[in-house]
Nanobody, 126 residues
Framework: QAQLVESGGGSVQAGGSLRLSCTASEYGYGRKAMAWFRQAPGKEREGVASIYTGSGTTYYADSVKGRFTISQDNNKNTVYLQMNSLKPEDTAMYYC???????????????????WGQGTQVTVSS
């Protein structure tokens, strides 16, 4: 089973940028997917961005499309989330997630993922 270690969260002003990193302890990304989710107080956890580690195919929530970019470095077994033009509504706890199973899936669905990081707080002030 995967162990996910996250870093990069913090506090920024609106319009600023952050880059989150997530490193997985297991290798073999051909049939796996990685994703970033976020959860704000009073809201359900929502998928932000996902990447199929083998193909590099990416998916984004409409709310972050054009501002956030998910990428991977397979040599480092690491997935990144570059967040630009941050807005106060981006404030949330951000979680890294990994899918161990193959087969079809919904890229931004919570139940598609098997392992989760501890979460890192992102706070965007107006």
């Amino acid at each position: 089973q995967a162990q996910l270690v996250e870093s990069g969260g913090g506090s920024v002003q609106a319009g600023g940028s952050l880059r989150l990193s997530c490193t997985a302890s297991e290798y073999g990304y051909g049939r796996k997917a990685m994703a970033w989710f976020r959860q704000a107080p009073g809201k359900e956890r929502e998928g932000v961005a996902s990447i199929y580690t083998g193909s590099g195919t990416t998916y984004y929530a409409d709310s972050v499309k054009g501002r956030f970019t998910i990428s991977q470095d397979n040599n480092k077994n690491t997935v990144y989330l570059q967040m630009n033009s941050l807005k106060p509504e981006d404030t949330a706890m951000y979680y890294c997630a990994a899918r161990a199973r193959g087969g079809s899936m919904l890229a931004l669905e919570r139940l598609s993922y098997d392992y989760w990081g501890q979460g890192t707080q992102v706070t965007v002030s107006s």
